[in-house]
């Protein structure tokens, strides 16, 4: 009996000691537990189980007087007569930072061609950049000062020759991002109100012109509102950690998880989304600067979801293949490459080699072997080798 009693205690010890040990290593290793692990259980069991955002309107509601401080810079550059009398099936912004004028100019010469689109396709795309101020470093010396003024003239000289540039009198920065998000949606309401569809998209993106306005004349013909498609991102938690490009410290997002929202990378809205996200913009605080995630504050304060679509990319990139050709919309991270890019996804053989029973056939055994991975990379998702 007494034997025995002492054996249990010796056992309750033994698992006593053990747990302190895992509690402390558990404890050691908090930091980055509560970094990644931690706060995405935390931000998927409040996206999922508790699945209420309505406060974030609420909180986040301020004057309009206050609200306008974020969209009331002067246009340096504009075209405020670009849609004028078209029937525009999409106004495409491409966000871009003023030394990019070879991305831009690539854009312009490929995906991004006005005169393309409407011969080829048949329909009026407009395509425009919205950008900011080019920065001048404080501790630049005079003269530098002034090259930074010579960057100016040659943004306007740039714009003589395409007449394609919006850009307003802020900074151009990463922490201005929402300021161009608010510039986007501000220049269609005023200037290009009956867009059908707008589009806004990184300078480092292709963009499948064919599939996609062969995709919105469908969506358009058959009248869809409340359309926000893009590569979702749900319950995505606020990073908490400094060392982040993306911290958002607590004062400016106080809670557990972001609405739903699609990468900023490319993503489509319906014109009466479009104009409600305007609405919206007149009335939040507009200071969270990553502005995929405003883009869902202002979203979830007029009620508006996003939908996922398989093959536009987030961040990710599209294998290189006629079978993936057929079906992308977006694809993420292309500089050097979107010249041939572009000449090998719009080439005629594209349709030949995928179409029939036999090449449907053939393009699903390639793309479960091209995108269905046991490891994650990022790409589009298994899922879109059936769609
Ligand atoms: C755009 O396309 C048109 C017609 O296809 C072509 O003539 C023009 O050179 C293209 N523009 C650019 C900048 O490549
Ligand atoms: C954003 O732009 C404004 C206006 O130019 C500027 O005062 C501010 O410093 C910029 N913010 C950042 C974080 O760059
Ligand atoms: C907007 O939010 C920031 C913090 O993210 C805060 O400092 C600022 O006071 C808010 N603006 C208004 C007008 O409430
Ligand atoms: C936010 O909520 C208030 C009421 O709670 C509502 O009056 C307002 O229209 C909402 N804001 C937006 C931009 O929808």
Redesign the pocket.
Known sequence: MFLKFRRIRRCQCMQLMTTCLVLSVVMVCWEQLDNSVVSHVKSYSYRYLVNRFIYINKS?T??RE?ARSFSNFQYLLDHPDKCAGKDVLLLLFVKTSPENIERRNAIRSTWGNETYIQNTLGVTVKVVFALGVPQTKKEEPSWSKRSGIGFQEQLVHEDSLHGDLIQQDFLDSFHNLTLKLILQFHWMHSRCAHARFLMTADDDIFVHMPNLVSYLQDMSSRGVTDFWIGRVHRGAPPIRSKDSKYYVPF???QWLAYPDYTAGAGYVVSGDVADKVYQATLTL?A??YIDDVFMGICANAIGVTPQEHVYFSGEGKAPYHPCIYDQMMTSHGHVEDIYDLWKAATHPQVKQRTSGLMGRLYCTAVKMALLCKPYYFNTYPCKAAFF
Do not use: A, D, T
Request: glycine share 0%; hydrophobic share 40%; aromatic share 10%.
């Open positions: 986040l301020i004057p206050q004062e400016m997002y605080n200071s969270i």
